[in-house]
């Protein structure tokens, strides 16, 4: 019982309030869905832009669909390349340039995807200037993220 008591005391004893600044490193699952949440910022931000200049980046299937495909496959090359690991207040070249071969990876499996749909049905399942905008958005809001928000 006594022991309780001290444990007691050592957890509920001064401010326990959770400050993010005195972190050393964010759980795994806190950067994922930061990442995630900077994903789908990106996506939609593309496409606006697109259709802000009168381009309809999506041909055949509803926006929403290939946004959750876009932001899923991302999602897949963030875990082969663990985008999410070891990612420290101050983060350093090797997480950026993890950061970018899954970008990278990710807009040429977009890019050979859209070239087997093209072949396959004569139209283009997404655009390549909405694919290469989304590369070149999500890298920089990957770089600004990392090296000056966490």
Known sequence: ??????FKNRIYHGN???N??????????????????????????????????????????????IALGIIALHILFMQIFKTYA????????????KIMLANVTTVLCLLIINLYWMYTYDERLILNTFIILYFLISFNIYHFSYFYII
């Open 1 to 6: 019982m006594r022991n309780f008591t001290k």
């Open 16 to 18: 326990n309030v959770l």
């Open 20 to 65: 993010i600044k005195d972190l050393k490193y964010l759980p795994r699952w806190v950067v994922l869905l930061i990442d995630i949440f900077f994903l789908f910022i990106t996506v939609v931000l593309s496409y606006v832009i697109l259709l802000q200049l009168d381009i309809k980046p999506v041909a055949g299937f509803p926006f929403r669909y």
């Open 86 to 97: 070891g990612v420290i207040r101050r983060s350093t070249f090797i997480d950026l340039f």
